[in-house]
């Protein structure tokens, strides 16, 4: 049996806070610390400093039961515990590369207050070679008499489906490079049941990278199908459901659109991007796939003014500002470029989201008539000229079409998302485009290529 008691995590961002009321609720002792004392204060409360469905609950029952505690005292956290999960940011730098100015200073308050043997795994996505970083710092500032071993784990987890993904993942990757190190973690992901690959340091930060590497290629590959499919009247929907049946493609990730965002996938395929050239590997292919996202919003815009001809003076509905459904985060949404080049344009823009208008509204203030917030789907439609979809949140699925009929300007829709059934629409009169999906245009365009 392992002899730990006390699980350390460090960082209580979007891996971080969910990791660590996870391991509270399977029954282990779990302190958790940030270097922002205002987001301990909001955990220590109950509350989440982000939108995630079913966090908060788990956090106050786990707070509430004295298996979760928090800290702004980042030494005291790494003195109670014996695994330290390291889970702090590790943003772009401008040339691409990870920023590990966070890691760093972080492992260096775990070396000054190491008070005896700790495993210190790192859960945040970092470049290749990392760990062995880790272990010369932590021996610089520790001293070569120091015990620790350092482990890699990287996280899978996705937002907005952050806590169920906590529990049941597809997969346990474990990096090590001593038994004790191994047999800690096995035995810490054991209630998990879940299957685990164990390897060393260096391949269990490939596979994180990779992994996400492989998701935006995915989503880039879609993407120049769906273009291929739009320009010869095929629907990409169909062609996903056709591939994805194939076990050895898989259905994931074949939902063709606006493109990716979010804090992860563009900025580990830029760090993978960078890595790659660091060590002389030419992974082009990957800087294609970079290119294919940058270009969907271009196209979508392109898409509104093929509908809408002009577009100065025109209002918009912009339904769905989050990067996905499910998250009130935006970091690398589509919808905020989206913004820019439709005020560019001149149009004006009637905004909503059901998590995120808080978080838009610190980046575009609202400047009425050219840019209101709106409390609803159905009051952002309100006098459209067309709804833009940038976010298939579930409840733009349900909405009722008949009744959007009358009170648009306009009855066009340009969904960004394929999320919508265009034979619904059409019996409600509306004009739909998807993105590589046949158009319903009215009877005098049609013919004309909404690509
Ligand atoms: C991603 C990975 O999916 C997680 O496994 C990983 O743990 C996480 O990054 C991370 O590294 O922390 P996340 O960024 O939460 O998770 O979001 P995804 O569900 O991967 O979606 C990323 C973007 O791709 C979104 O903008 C989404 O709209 C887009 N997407 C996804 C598509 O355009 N098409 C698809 O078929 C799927």
Redesign the pocket.
């Known amino acids: 049996m392992a002899e730990f008691k006390t699980i350390g995590v460090l960082g209580l961002g979007h ?1 971080g806070l969910p990791t660590a009321v996870g391991f509270a609720e399977l029954g282990y002792q779990v302190i958790g610390t940030d270097s922002d004392a205002k987001k301990v204060e909001t955990i220590a409360q109950g509350k989440s400093p982000f939108y995630e469905p079913e966090l908060e609950p788990l956090l106050q029952k786990n707070l509430a039961a004295g298996r979760f505690r928090v800290t702004s005292d980042v030494g005291e956290a790494v003195r109670a515990s014996d695994i330290l999960f390291v889970c702090v940011g590790t943003p772009q730098r401008p040339d691409g590369s990870a920023d590990l100015s966070q890691v760093e200073a972080v492992i260096r308050t775990v070396a000054e207050n190491l008070n005896g043997y700790k495993l210190i795994v790192e859960k945040s ?1 970092v470049p290749v070679q990392t760990a062995q970083w880790i272990k010369r710092t932590l021996i610089r500032y520790a001293g070569s008499n120091a015990t620790f071993d350092v482990a890699s784990n990287p ?6 489906t952050a806590v169920h993904d906590f529990f049941h993942p597809d997969r346990i990757v474990i990096g090590v490079e001593s038994e004790r190190a191994k047999e800690w973690l096995l035995e810490l992901y054991r209630p998990l049941n879940a299957p685990v690959v164990v390897t060393d340091l260096n391949t269990a930060e490939i596979i994180k990278h990779a ?2 590497s492989f ?1 935006a290629l995915k ?1 880039s590959f879609i993407n120049m199908v769906a273009d291929l499919c739009e320009a010869t009247g095929a629907d990409v929907v169909k062609v996903a459901e056709g591939i994805g049946l194939d076990p050895r493609i898989g259905k994931h ?3 063709a ?1 606006v ?7 563009p900025k ?1 395929l830029k760090a993978f991007i960078h890595i790659a050239e660091e060590h002389n590997v030419d992974f082009s292919l990957l800087k294609e796939v970079e290119r294919i996202n940058e270009a969907r919003v271009d196209r979508f815009v392109r898409k509104v003014q093929k509908a809408l001809w002009v577009l100065k003076d025109k209002t918009l509905a912009i339904w769905g500002l989050a ?2 459904p499910n998250t009130d985060d935006i970091r690398e949404a589509p919808s905020l470029k989206i913004i820019r080049r439709l005020l560019d344009e001149g149009a004006n823009l009637r905004l909503y989201d059901p998590a995120a208008m808080a978080n838009v509204r610190q980046v575009f203030p609202e400047d009425s008539p050219r840019l209101v917030y709106c409390q609803s789907a159905l009051k952002a439609a309100t006098g459209a000229h067309a709804i833009l979809l940038v976010t298939e949140w579930d409840e733009f699925k349900q909405m009722d079409w008949n009744w959007l009929r009358q009170v648009v300007a306009l009855p066009i829709v340009i969904d960004g998302r394929n999320c919508l059934d265009p034979a619904r629409l059409q019996e409600a009169g509306f004009e739909y485009y998807g993105m590589g999906r046949p158009s319903i245009a009215p009877a005098q365009v049609v013919g004309v290529s909404s690509g």
């Open positions: 891996v996505t996280e899978f987890l996705r937002e907005g992994a996400n998701l989503i990730f074949l939902q659109g493109g990716y965002g979010g804090y992860c996938l580990d990067f996905k």
